[in-house]
């Protein structure tokens, strides 16, 4: 398997939004591609665990308490798949999958798993270094200054990374903490995919198929029929629209 090797040059002048010396947990059973990646990490500034399998990755989450994973998908024992499901179940910690399975629905099994993003071998290290930083300025409250936004029987505190429906907490992954967070400030306009993934996301192009899965798993948690949302809704040929006419609960 190959990488996209470049020169380890990522060290840059302190900022008031610097994520480094944040804990990132890798798991990868390539050794080369593993060695690479943790030299990237640690030039950028972070704290890098290794794990060459799924059980030892587990183990080594519940122990060190990570900032963010970087998990391969296919790994010996355990797949990423099911080590990514049973992160989520212990941990709200940011993932990142990687998966040298090109096709869409490999893709999609990874975000729909809980994944917040993903990339695709062969990659950039330096690429990969940018959105480990990415997710993380999403998911640390010191780069959420925002103020809170009560909406639709939400409340969502971005400081404090919570969310309430109709008084109850949702748990939900970066990513669709930051989906819901946009919408909210946003209510009754329509967004295209594409607008979603340069907003949320912060990418300039990407697989839109993300912000599909994406949408399809905020509404089984904000929905009371997700197939036939009252919230969140399609607006066919344009995009995504949150509907704050419906009230203040998905069923009213």
Sequence with gaps: MRIYA????????????DVGNRRILLVEDEQTIADVVRDYLVQAGFQVDLAGDGFTALSLAAARRPDLVILDRMLPGLDGVEVCRRLRLAMSVPIIMVTALGTE?????GLETGADDYVTK???????????????????REF???????????????????????GKPLTLT???????????????????????????????????????VHVRRLREKIEDNPTTPVLLKTVWGVGYRFDAKEGGHAGS
């Design 6 to 17: 470049e020169g380890v040059n990522t060290q840059s002048a302190p900022h008031p939004a």
């Design 105 to 109: 629905d490999d893709r999609i099994l």
């Design 122 to 140: 062969p990659f950039s290290p330096r690429e990969l270094v940018l959105r480990v930083k990415s997710v993380l300025r999403r998911s640390i």
């Design 144 to 166: 959420s200054p925002e103020p809170p936004v009560e909406l639709a029987g939400f409340e969502l505190d971005p400081a404090s990374r919570t969310v309430l429906q109709d």
């Design 174 to 212: 970066v990513r669709e903490f930051d989906l819901l967070a946009f919408l909210l400030r946003r209510p009754n306009q329509v967004f295209s995919r594409e607008d979603l993934i340069k907003a949320v996301w912060g990418w300039d192009f990407g697989d839109l198929s993300t912000v599909t």
